[in-house]
């Protein structure tokens, strides 16, 4: 799945981030390239879900650039003063981001749902985004809850529609934030295999999860985070090779519980 030479997707240098005094993130970097898929893992706390919000400016960073196909985002001039509310939301349409709780709207239909953003962000005609909507839900297997409304759905339903919604926006990057925590157990598989599905249609993601078999099975590469920074960053077989001692095994704890479903 990973690709080869090619120039970074997302290259993020040098990201930190406080809150009241308290240092959340410090000197964090990495790239990623189109098609690969990340999950960040780590203790609670450890600063991962802050940082995705960081990349669409969600929260502002305090230090660091993020960029995006070579585009600084949130940023813009000599003195990086904040971009205006419209290029801002032009510039977080082009990574969609999937919340832990679905963040729908409960007056809207389904389908309105998945075709607000297309129609008032990126301009396409009504028409045109109920089409390519039913094309997606079809794909999720929620084609037939198209005039449904979210109250109606099972959390795992309503997650499908939030992932749905994201692709609507034809994004170049999609973000996942822990997308499953606020499920049921016997309703974190529907929603995983969307995930994985869209995992091996070669679409750019960052997942941050403590699903840690579906992150070692379907992740490129993982991003261990402890107190704010990347402590780790390898493919899953290379960081399963670790020494026994190394705080990424340490926080895995021993890998047959970790696989095994016990």
Known sequence: MMPGALPPLLSVEGLGKSFRGQSVLS???????????????????????????CLNMLERPDTGRVRLAGEE????????TPVPTRALARQRARMSMVFQHFNLWP?????????????????????????????????????????AYPATLSGG???RVSIARAIAMQPELM????????????????????????????????????????AFDVCDRILYLEHGRIADDGAPAALLQRPADAPVRVFLGPTGRLFNGS
Not at 73 to 80: A, D, M, N, T, V
Not at 183 to 200: C, K, T
């Open 27 to 53: 000197g964090i970097s990495f790239d990623v390239r189109a098609g690969e898929v990340i999950g960040l893992i780590g203790r609670s706390g450890s600063g991962k879900s802050t940082l995705l919000r």
């Open 107 to 147: 007056h809207r239909t389904v389908l309105r749902n998945v075709t607000e953003g297309p129609v008032s962000v990126l301009g396409i005609p009504r028409e045109q985004a109920n089409a390519q909507a039913l094309e997606i839900l079809e794909r999720i297997g929620l084609r037939q809850k198209a005039d």
């Open 157 to 159: 339903q309503q997650q």
């Open 175 to 214: 973000l996942f934030d822990e997308p499953t925590s606020a499920l049921d157990p016997e309703l974190v598989d529907e929603v995983l295999s969307v995930v994985a599905e869209l995992a091996r249609g070669g679409t750019t993601m960052l997942i941050v999860t403590h699903e840690m078999r579906f």
């Open 73 to 80: 985002i949130g940023f813009q001039g000599p003195k990086r």
